[in-house]
């Protein structure tokens, strides 16, 4: 069975409503995925970031299928992973809120050499080349190998700092 196919099942799946519930009261960290397939650049809020391989160094998230941004990123070779703190809070609020010119203000964003926004004074990011998109549900599942990074402020092993959490 191809990755992208769901097994139909005679047990009925949980409702929405309850695993959303579920989901919800889970803490993700909250990263920036930005993108630019040739159309212009996108920018899209996600939870869903985490690390699955160190060597290759690969990555994975998803975006739903109905984001405004699942057209480029899906047409996109390449894309950046913007990691953030509570001092990216802007910059969160920039990728989550629908129909605003995400680029509109060019000092807080640029291109690197190989074309892929990326924005300034986030605590990190990782530019990536896309291996793999598997469609799963209504959610596109996408793996990424790190080519390039930049750390603006790093974290103390074993100290807490300013994390920047989703939970409910």
């Not at 139909?8 to 695993?19: C, V």
């Not at 990074?149 to 074993?158: E, F, K, N, V, Y």
Request: charged share 20%.
């Amino acid at each position: 069975m191809p990755a992208s196919e769901v097994k139909e099942s005679a047990t009925p799946s949980l409702p929405a409503e309850d695993f959303k519930a579920i989901v919800r009261g889970h803490p993700g960290g909250v990263s920036l995925i930005t993108a630019d397939a040739g159309d212009g650049p996108v920018a899209l809020t996600v939870t869903s970031v985490a690390s699955i391989s160190v060597d290759p160094p690969l990555l994975v998230f998803s975006i739903s299928a109905l984001s405004s941004a699942a057209k480029v990123l899906t047409g996109a070779n390449a894309l950046v992973v913007h990691s953030l703190d509570a001092h990216d809070i802007e910059v969160a609020k920039l990728g989550a809120i629908n129909g605003i010119d995400r680029f509109a203000q060019a000092q807080t964003w640029a291109r690197l050499a190989t074309g892929e926004p990326v924005f300034d004074r986030v605590r990190a990011w990782v530019s990536c080349e896309v291996i793999e998109r598997v469609q799963a549900g209504n959610s596109i599942v996408f793996v990424a190998r790190a080519l390039e990074s930049h750390i603006a402020r790093d974290m103390t092993l074993g100290e807490a700092r300013d994390a920047l959490v989703y939970h409910n």
